[in-house]
């Protein structure tokens, strides 16, 4: 048998002598061109199955594309492939693809050109902002009352830098949509979990209280678990600072509102009181500002102030504490009628 390209005369591999067949031998079958995928939204790269964000280089992402797109002879043992990039022209990439190995017990090596383009695609977090998809809606409203427009323009001051703090390390963490409602905001955020901090910290900020639900909203086959929606209201109270609240049978002036607690006066004994947010359901609001009026007093005692009720004008004596040690006959003082009692405001 004579080989089919120099006519020698030895075994044959394929029709060919050992050195025409190791001549014409390709280690690789190169396409031609590969590619990888990068997000055109925030320039996240596929990786196998996974979009890869950050600290994956250009050699390492044209690596991983040639190796993917390229076939390696099945002849060829102890295969080492290396690549390397030439020049880049904007989305294409010139490589060299050297591929070693070694066939009929020969050591064999061989470069090959290719090109790598870029395709370019949206990866799922990107497809989930730009189709609309959130998992939780931040419900701002006010306990019993309108919210006010200074109340509405801070928590969205509020909620767009959290987001842009956010969003650094959770893509999902966006508001996709702001929707005014009768009864208050509603803000549909990307992500459960951003949507769980930014109401934690608006309550920290505002006070309230917030409650959560959820329902399924669908299921994710490719995960087989049920998709949840989240409605997490933070409700900021009915009160305000300088207003009057009942709680435990006494009248309070609110001082001052915290994350955790509220302070007010207690105007049955003069002093301050904190209150958990907890027991805000057992707190209602009896007045404000507009309902303080101004009175005479009558008579002073060592222990009793004597001043007129602002709405019958009759006499009525008050509880004389500490800090009224100051006030006399004659003179004008601010007071309150809540229920019915009189309480004097310092
Ligand atoms: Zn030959
Ligand atoms: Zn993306």
Redesign the pocket.
Known sequence: M???????E?K?YDG??????L?EFELVNVPEYATFTVCSHCGATLKHDKWIESAYYDDEIINDAIQKDITINEKLENVEITTEILTNRGTMYDCIIHAYGQVLEESIEKDYPIEVKVVKGVCPDCSKFHSGYYEAVIQLRADDRKLEDKEIQEADEFISSEIQRLCKTNKLAYVTERIVLKEGIDYQVGSHNAAHKIAENMQKQFGGIITESRKIVGHDKSKSRDLYRSWISVRLPSFHKDDFIEYKNNVLRIEKIGSHKFVGLNLEKYESESISWKEYDKIVKVGNTDDVKATTVTNVTPTEIQVLDPDTYMTVDLNKKDTMKNINIGQEINVIKLKNKIYIIM
């Open positions: 004579f080989c089919l390209l120099c006519n020698n030895e044959l060919l002598c050992k050195s025409c067949y001549k």
